[in-house]
């Protein structure tokens, strides 16, 4: 019987980890999609192509790491979220049993610390399934070092052997990558805390903390050495410079002048702030329907009615027990501390900033928040009654959970854009040649923040044409053909060569062979290839109106050469009107007028109708050229009607589409509502 509830206590940490991560993730499986920096690496595993090879500049044993994953998960959106989740709660069970034998009689606490670790808000970047995962399991692997660290001097026998695994693993997830060097130097602080014996003077425990820290301070100092002063890092002046994550000429840049050791640490203090307090004032549910709001206190509601229960079923405290010892107090809180700021050490020394206002930037805070969650934990399990300590764990868990579902929420919608963007996309433009590119103002979801890195080679596995490692379609921003290669608004179409690489990947096209788009949801409802017709749209700014005139859509070809992969982008969504919208726009290039007036009577039919009226012109260019005149006429008073500021633009097309067309000699008298003067 013993036992049996032995082995019940054992398991319920973990099934708990595993339950609020369930909780809180879990329930956007299969809602989220691919951002950031998951693109390009779709890219590869799409295409097969060598990993080693795209790792080799920098974390060349990663690329093992990656190649793993990239077997288990492919290039399925869910897969890779499945596998994230899992390896989020991995992390999380090897935090807890990690700092479980550092502190054998204060599970309790730790396993706080370790549900705070697994929610905590100034890490908001697990919907960033592919690029991450392979950061859990070698977060994973640190913890799982420390914890044979100290079994290892713990261990009355095997001692040895425990020291070597630790002393593997170790080396693993260094040579790996550098996210938790830091953390590495924390690691005599952990040793001297295993060897806190009466028995002991301090200087023989000092003694041999030396000695056991030596073997991984050496690993360690090797390693950055050979980081800062031997590596040879390949140059492209783009992804890869010179100064791309150099702390010496970072730093030489720093001491240069008051003012810049001043900034620096100005940016140090913000980023701890940041990770302390700002971090937990984030918004949680804001701007989203009350049934959505509803859904989401109820399982944060949930996640914390199973912590409670299994808490309490698995330690039974009374409610006037101290948790911590004031000696335990202190190593909870000074070893959380240290943990804090060693984490964000390597951050700092390349000039890198938690607290910059970019969602992906809070990923240099990963490192830290495991000390930060033991230091709470200790604050939590200091106070003296089960009241406070529950109210104020509640209250943490409550914040933490809610601004994760609300963030989770956020990239759901993001991944929902994404989706009817390359969709509408193809549907619009069947297929691209060689060498052309999306060209747009702004990149157009805030989880692609870049052209260039991010939406480029999401374009090209759409369109699937491929040389290897040079894509043949890619996406820029209009500030990259400006500022980069120095388009001149003056002579817009004079072809410059334009280049960008991601690691392997390089595309090189003439500016002449852009496809400008506008993707604004909030302001029209559909994707708009821009063509030169569209100049007499009225809310352009001069920026935009450059994009028009940059744009070349007969480089569109309108047979598709293959369909987007569902099992990336998701099926096909059903057809409403941005379907008979992108078709018909397609059609109208190619002068099929009949087609477009069959797909607008279509949509009229199935009673679809736009957000905005400018999305009727094709139809209405159709419905002129056919010779429909009542319907074409109908159509413009309803445009006029509801947006007069559309009048020039209506006028204009009126004019081209029956320069070549037997009309009526008099066009305003189909228009009672407006004049357009010949």
Known sequence: MKSKILSYSFWMPYLLFLLVIGATYGVYLSRWGFYYDDWPEVYLYHNRLNLFEYYQFDRPVLSLTVWLLSK????????????????????????????????PNNKFVVMIGALLFAVYPAYSLQPIALTFSKVYLLYTVYFLSLGFMIKSLQASTRSWLFAVISLVTMLYHTVSLEYFWGLELARPAVIWLVLADHSRSSKERFILTFRNTLPYTGVLVVLILYRIGFASFRLDHFYFTAERNNPIAFLQAVFSSPQNLFDYLRMIMRDIKYVLWDSWSKKSFVDIGIKTQIRFVLLTLASLVAIFFFA???FRLRSDQNLLASEKQNEFFWLGLLMLILGMTPVWSVGNSASTPGPFDNRHAFAAISGMSLLLAGLLGS??????????????????????????????????????????????????????????????????????????????????LRDGNYPSQWAFS?????????????????????????????????????????????????????????????YWSEREKLL???????????????????????????????????????????????????????????????????????????????????????????????????RQAVCNLWRRATEMKQHPDDVSDLLPTITCKP
Not at 605 to 631: C, K
Request: proline share 8%.
């Open 548 to 646: 028009v005139t940059l744009s070349s859509p007969d480089v569109i070809l309108p047979e598709a050469t293959s369909a987007p992969e569902p099992n990336i982008f998701g099926p096909e969504p059903p057809h409403t009107w941005c379907y008979y919208f992108q078709k018909a726009s397609l059609a109208r290039q190619q002068s099929d007028w009949e087609t477009v007036v069959a797909l607008g009577e279509e949509a009229l039919e199935r009673r679809l109708y736009p957000d905005d009226v400018y999305e009727w012109l094709p139809f209405l260019e159709g419905y002129i050229r056919t010779g429909e005149w009542e319907r074409a006429a109908t159509v413009t008073e309803e445009i006029i009607t509801i947006n007069p500021d559309y």
């Open 383 to 464: 106070l003296r009654s089960a009241l406070y300590r529950g109210t104020g764990f509640a209250f943490l868990m409550i914040l933490a959970v809610s601004y994760q579902l609300y963030n989770g929420y956020d990239y759901y919608k993001d991944w929902k854009r994404q989706r009817s963007f390359f969709w509408q996309l193809y549907w619009r433009v069947p297929s691209l040649p060689p060498g052309t590119f999306l060209l747009t103002d702004k990149p157009p979801f805030p989880y692609l923040t870049s052209n260039d890195v991010h939406l480029g080679p999401a374009v090209a596995v759409l369109y699937q």
């Open 312 to 314: 309490f079923r698995i």
């Open 72 to 103: 288990l998960a492919g290039t399925s959106p869910l897969a890779w979220h499945v596998l994230a989740s899992f390896l989020r709660w991995a992390l999380v069970s090897a935090f807890y049993w990690c700092f479980s034998l550092l502190w």
């Open 478 to 538: 209009l500030d990259a053909l400006l500022e980069d290669y120095h388009v001149s608004p003056e002579e817009p179409k004079s072809g410059v060569e334009i280049y960008r690489a991601v690691r392997t990947l390089e595309f090189r096209a003439l500016s002449t062979r852009a496809l400008s788009i506008d993707y604004s949801p909030d302001r029209q409802g559909c994707l708009w290839v821009l063509t030169p017709d569209d100049i007499d749209y009225p």
